[in-house]
């Protein structure tokens, strides 16, 4: 049974930092590229970052330079630490697993980040 749970959601101000954490159970990284997505309010989901078993990363533009995704495989933790964070960054953030083979994907609950004075 595969299982994403995120955490260290929460309310920030703008400049401020977070970091989100993802806990992976039941999954064997070498086979996901594992990611961040975000969802705001009236808006579509969107890719935020993503990071190969390998350590390739890519970012969405819009946060290149403030996020960065790493992963610990020893703890099966994925993480995305938010720097220089933005009233546009408010959203519900989504820990996704992404199987290479046979393609399946996962998804965690969300955790809701807010980014207000």
């Known amino acids: 049974q595969v299982q994403l749970v995120e955490s260290g959601g929460g309310l920030v101000q703008p400049g401020g930092s977070l970091r989100l954490s993802c806990a992976a159970s039941?999954?064997?990284?070498?086979?996901?590229?594992m990611g961040w997505h975000r969802q705001a309010p009236g808006k579509q989901r969107e890719a935020v970052a993503a990071?190969?078993?390998?350590?390739?990363?890519n970012y969405a533009d819009s946060v290149k330079g403030r996020f960065t995704i790493s992963g610990d495989k020893a703890k099966n933790t994925v993480y995305l630490q938010m720097n220089s964070l933005k009233p546009e960054d408010t959203a519900d953030y989504y820990c996704?697993?992404?199987?290479?083979?046979?393609?399946?994907?996962?998804w965690g609950q969300g955790t809701q980040v807010t980014v207000s004075s």
């Open positions: 996704h697993g992404k199987k290479i083979f046979p393609p399946y994907d996962y």
């Open positions: 039941g999954i064997t990284f070498s086979n996901y590229v």
């Open positions: 990071i190969t078993s390998g350590g390739s990363t």
